[in-house]
């Protein structure tokens, strides 16, 4: 299989942004595939979703794309502790990047070429990105085939669509012609609420989402908060919970979609 390169995007936060990354890397290496998730979030939450904790010895995502760049793609790849899922980590100093960046040539490449080195050893990398559109989300849509939408089934969720889609077309005119959404995934979704079905609705009857809505629908369920909470992707921590199964068929989803 080909290396198939996924960012996982929203600029509204708490979105299940995150826990989608995780749980999909998860599930993908549970199905037999080479995952690589790279943290691109200086909150490294999906750093912490594996079970891992980092300090200044530990190499990390800044080592590739902050302004010295003194380490490999190779040299900052960590095991979990599942078969199958890697991880570069991140660090709170990449929130200093764009900063430090801001007079760097090519600076919206520093990520590609970094990862140009070990991309072929995976069968899909994940990206997790911050929940704003900076210099980093740059990085990460410059280098990444396509772009998967995890949207909380909420109305401000919903709202702040449009303009993560003008950013990505803007993207694909000037910088990656290749980016392409793979996919909305609705999350949070609460089949006894109004407001969870009315914008799952939505979702299903607006003309621009409506093809890329997957037929999978992450439901509301407090085991993925807990898995997070004890550094265990929930595929692992409790295999029969509803979030489990969502992400399974999720994963099994873009593989179709991706065609791998």
Request: charge should be negative; hydrophobic fraction near 40%; include cysteine.
């Amino acid at each position: 299989m080909q290396t198939r390169s996924v960012a996982v995007a929203n600029e509204k936060g708490g979105v299940g942004k995150t826990v989608t990354v995780i749980n999909l890397g998860a599930a993908l290496s549970r199905m037999g595939r080479k995952v690589l998730i790279v943290d691109m979030d200086p909150q490294a939450n999906a750093t912490k979703g594996v079970g891992i904790e980092t300090d200044e010895e530990v190499p990390s995502v800044y080592d590739l794309v902050g302004p010295d760049g003194k380490l490999s793609a190779a040299e900052t790849v960590l095991s979990t502790r599942w078969p199958g899922l890697d991880i570069i980590p991140s660090h709170v100093d990449l929130s200093g990047a764009e900063v430090e960046l801001a007079d760097v040539e090519g600076r919206e490449n520093r990520l590609k070429e970094a990862l140009a080195d070990i991309e072929a050893q995976y069968d899909v990398i994940l990206l997790d990105t911050p929940p704003s559109l900076s210099l980093l989300t740059v990085n990460v849509f410059t280098y990444a085939r396509y772009v998967l939408v995890p949207c909380q089934t909420h109305p401000y969720a919903f709202g702040a669509l449009g303009e993560l889609f003008e950013t990505i077309a803007a993207v694909k005119e000037h910088i990656n012609p290749d980016i392409e959404v793979v996919g909305i995934l609705p999350t949070f979704f609460d089949a006894r609420t109004r407001v969870s079905q009315r914008v799952l609705q939505a979702l299903q009857e607006t003309p621009r989402y409506r093809p890329l809505l997957f037929d999978t629908t992450v439901r509301a369920n407090t085991t993925i908060a807990e898995s997070a909470d004890v550094g265990k992707p929930v595929v692992f921590y409790r295999t029969s919970s509803f979030g489990a199964q969502d992400y399974n068929n999720a994963a099994g989803e873009l593989l179709q979609r991706m065609g791998g």
